[in-house]
Every structure is written in structure tokens, then in C-alpha cells.
């Protein structure tokens, strides 16, 4: 298994922009997580996907924001209408039940300009 | 609602010395379970040692171990024999019933040789 892989690795974008970030989870794992880390803190929770069902999504996701997972494999998430706030670090988790923890891929760092 | 909070923003260990590394927690769950996770310099997060709060026994991996104190709510860990290559951010973190992670905001450990 090669672990949880985010594409792109960087974006770097104008305010505005609509942006898509990809998650390939571990593959036997059934639930999937989003992050976002801003510089100096720790990762904040966005959403989680148990195989295709998006089951709790954080007040930091706003209507601009949209996550997927459509055939309970990979995920997507996008921003719409991109603001500079929304730069951070994307991160996508996967697991397959609380007390196993949960595995992190490399993460997408956004930049907009 | 839940909080992590890692009152040492760095520390600093010599070579083959111990060092440890705070953290307290605030949960109203019964059932829940700690993380230490630790993230290089541009690299992805690593899951170091996971904790369940049901267990009295400390967990151990390797050169990690925690000082688990539920009725003080704190979760340390110890690094022993420390190495080059434990040099990073180490995040604390917390999750009760709810599958989704709340971390501390960091401890960046510089390790001398």
C-alpha cells in the first residue's frame, strides 16, 4: 500500500478562482477526512466521509467549499470563489475506525494571491 | 466541545537524552482516545503512539511512550534515546465520539547533536 496521495501537491491561485483538490485514501479504508492547516497551528477539522456518505461537516466549511466522494474511493474538495484567507494547507486523512487512528497523505498547500 | 492544549510552543534535546512533551485535553465523553502525531519539516504527518482512555496501561512504541493521567486530563510523551531524525512539530491530539481530531497547537522539537 502506498498511503494516502494528494494531488496537486501546490496550487497557487488568483482570489476568485474556483480550485480542486484531489484524495486517495488507503484503499481498505472506509472513512475519510479533511483538514486544514494554517501556519503554526495544528489541523482543523473540516469534514469526513464514511464510503460515499459525508456524515459531519465543521462550521469552517462554508457554502464555498464542497467536498465529494462519490463511489467511496477517492474524494474531492473544492473552493469556489477562492479568497485569500483560504490559504492554508488541505489535508486529507483516511482510517478505519477511531482507535486505529487515522493516516495522513502529504497535503495540498493553496496559495492565493 | 473538546480542547487540546500543549503549553510548550519548542523544546530542545540533545542526542541519545530524553526529552518529554506536554499536553492536556478537555473532553465531556467518557470514551475517547489521545494521539501524538509528528510532522517534519515538509513532510506528511506520522502517527507516533495512540492512547484509549479505557486502558490504565501507558502505551509504548519503540523510544515513545506516554504518561497517560485521566483524572488530570494530561497525555505526555516521552522520547527516549532521542535521534536526529525525531526532529519536527509534535502534535497532540483528542477524539471523542465524534471521529473527527482536535489538536493542540504544536511543539516543535529541535533535537542537538
Known amino acids: 500500500d502506498t498511503g494516502v496521495s494528494q494531488n496537486p501537491r501546490h496550487k497557487i491561485t488568483k482570489r476568485g478562482q474556483n480550485v480542486t483538490f484531489r484524495c486517495d485514501p488507503i484503499?481498505?479504508?472506509?472513512?475519510l477526512y479533511w483538514y486544514r492547516q494554517t501556519l503554526g497551528q495544528g489541523p482543523e477539522f473540516l469534514t469526513y466521509?464514511?464510503?460515499?456518505?459525508?456524515?459531519?461537516k465543521s462550521r469552517l466549511l462554508s457554502d464555498r467549499f464542497s467536498a465529494e466522494r462519490p463511489k467511496g474511493s477517492f474524494s474531492t474538495l473544492e473552493i469556489q470563489r477562492t479568497e485569500q484567507g483560504d490559504s492554508a494547507m488541505y489535508l486529507c486523512a483516511s482510517g478505519s475506525g477511531t482507535q486505529e487512528g487515522q493516516f495522513f497523505g502529504p497535503g495540498t498547500r493553496l496559495t492565493v494571491l | 466541545a473538546q480542547t487540546v492544549t500543549q503549553s510548550q510552543p519548542e523544546m530542545s534535546v540533545q542526542e541519545a537524552e530524553t526529552v518529554t512533551l506536554s499536553c492536556t485535553y478537555d473532553?465531556?465523553?467518557?470514551?475517547?482516545?489521545l494521539f501524538w502525531y509528528k510532522q517534519p519539516p515538509s513532510r506528511q504527518m506520522i502517527l507516533v503512539i495512540r492512547?484509549?482512555?479505557?486502558?490504565?496501561q501507558n502505551a509504548t512504541e519503540n523510544r515513545f511512550s506516554v504518561n497517560f493521567q485521566k483524572a488530570a486530563k494530561s497525555f505526555s510523551l516521552k522520547i527516549s534515546d532521542s535521534q536526529l531524525g525525531d526532529a519536527a512539530m509534535y502534535f497532540c491530539a483528542s477524539e471523542g465520539g465524534s471521529e473527527k481530531l482536535v489538536f493542540g497547537k504544536g511543539t516543535k522539537l529541535t533535537v542537538n547533536p
Open positions: 492512547q484509549e482512555a479505557y486502558k490504565q
Open positions: 484503499s481498505e479504508h472506509n472513512r
Open positions: 473532553t465531556s465523553e467518557s470514551d475517547y482516545y
Open positions: 466521509f464514511q464510503n460515499e456518505a459525508q456524515l459531519e
